[in-house]
Structures are given as structure tokens and as C-alpha cells.
């Protein structure tokens, strides 16, 4: 499987500001993805992010509290805006390569705290 | 929409089976994974089903049922270590993107 960093691994931020979260992959994959995990939640999908065009948004998220950008291949970023203490969560990034199978893997997590 | 189903606790024997269960109702079916995830730490890929039947590999096993929308992870020789959230997820028909399901905390006990 292909190896998933994220930046940072952590922050503690003020209410109102915001924070661009990156993710690289060690190889071309077709998908990207951001999701939220919440303090004992499971995942939710924010977005899937698409090369050289829009991000594709679920139900319930924005682009304008959410920009994403995903400028090749290998490279994703997801912006949290507008910071507020429901925003304390982690965000994972994950990538989908289909040699065998569909299979996605995910990056470490960024661990967000709002205050 | 999207609906899946899973205990949100399950406590077991070191060196007993677990069999924790999953249903799900979506709008389309492209294959259901499965995945662990140690507390602080990313979900890490178990098992994949399209198909139905039992796939096995090691330790564990996953099976589908794609009419009744109910697949099982089965773990044998349970090991200290396995304790953490188990996760259900199911790829609805038409993307690769992956619906989560409430996750199962497996809780391992001597």
C-alpha cells in the first residue's frame, strides 16, 4: 500500500481562525478523500477531492468552510475556515489505488482542538 | 440514504472467537470493507467483499450476504492486541467513496 503523511499531526487553535491541513502520498492514486472523526464518532465523509477541478462535497459540508485543493496527483490540501469549537475533531485524509480491489487507505490524522 | 449497522461494544476471551456483526441499507453496493482502529491512530484496511461468501485471511475472516445487506468479521485466537474499534463500510454504487458505520469497540479480556 502507498504511505499517507499529513500536516500538522496536531494544533490547538483560536475560535475564528483557520487552518490548511496537507496530505502527500507516496505515489499516484486515482482518489483522494478528506473525512471527520469526531471524539468517539466514526468517520464521515467531508469530500472527495479532485484533481485539477472542484472538490465534490457531501451533504452537510461547504466549500466555503472547507476549501480543498488537490493541485496533482499526490498532493491534497483541506482548509478549515472560520474556526469554531464544533470544528475540534481529526481529519483524515485517505487515497483509493484499485489494483486488486477498491481498497483506501488513510493517512495518520490531523488531531484539531478549537478553543 | 445510507444506513449502517453495528454494536458499539463487544467484550471477549484472549484466545476465544468474536464475530461482530454489520447491516446495512444504501442507496447502491460497490463492496463493503472492513477496518481496525487503535485509539489515536488511523483505521488500517482488514477485509474487502463484493461478493458473496467468506473471504479468509490469517486470523480473520469476512463474510457478505449481499441480499440480507449483512456481512460479519470473524476473529479467532484473540489476541490482547485486538482490541480496538472495529469499522463497518460500505461503497455505494456509482464512486469509490465509503460510507462508515457506527464502529464496534472489541474490548479483549484475559
Known amino acids: 500500500s502507498a504511505v499517507i503523511s499529513q500536516k500538522p499531526s496536531r494544533d490547538i487553535c483560536q475560535r475564528g481562525t483557520s487552518l490548511t491541513i496537507q496530505c502527500q502520498v507516496d505515489s499516484q492514486v486515482t482518489m483522494m478523500f478528506w473525512y471527520r472523526q469526531q471524539p468517539g464518532q466514526s468517520l464521515t465523509l467531508i469530500a472527495t477531492a479532485n484533481q485539477g477541478s472542484e472538490a465534490t462535497y457531501e451533504s452537510g459540508f461547504v466549500i466555503d468552510k472547507f476549501p480543498i485543493s488537490r493541485p496533482n496527483l499526490t498532493f491534497s490540501t483541506l482548509t478549515v475556515s472560520n474556526m469554531s469549537p464544533e470544528d475540534s475533531s481529526i481529519y483524515l485524509c485517505?487515497?483509493?489505488?484499485?489494483?486488486?480491489?477498491?481498497?483506501?487507505?488513510f493517512g495518520p490524522g490531523t488531531r484539531l482542538t478549537v478553543l | 440514504g445510507q444506513n449502517i449497522d453495528q454494536p458499539t461494544e463487544m467484550t471477549a476471551t484472549e484466545g476465544a472467537i468474536v464475530q461482530i456483526n454489520c447491516t446495512y441499507q444504501?442507496?447502491?453496493?460497490?463492496?463493503l470493507f472492513w477496518y481496525q482502529q487503535h485509539a489515536g491512530e488511523a483505521p488500517t484496511f482488514l477485509s474487502y467483499n463484493v461478493l458473496d461468501g467468506l473471504e479468509e485471511k490469517g486470523r480473520f475472516s469476512s463474510f457478505l450476504s449481499r441480499s440480507k445487506g449483512y456481512s460479519y468479521l470473524l476473529l479467532k485466537e484473540l489476541q490482547m492486541k485486538d482490541s480496538a474499534s472495529y469499522l463497518c463500510?460500505?461503497?455505494?454504487?456509482?464512486?469509490?467513496?465509503?460510507?462508515f458505520g457506527t464502529g464496534t469497540q472489541l474490548k479483549v479480556e484475559l
Open positions: 444504501t442507496s447502491g453496493f460497490n463492496g
Open positions: 463500510a460500505v461503497t455505494p454504487g456509482g464512486g469509490n467513496k465509503l460510507t
Open positions: 485517505s487515497a483509493n489505488r484499485q489494483i486488486l480491489h477498491n481498497e483506501q487507505f
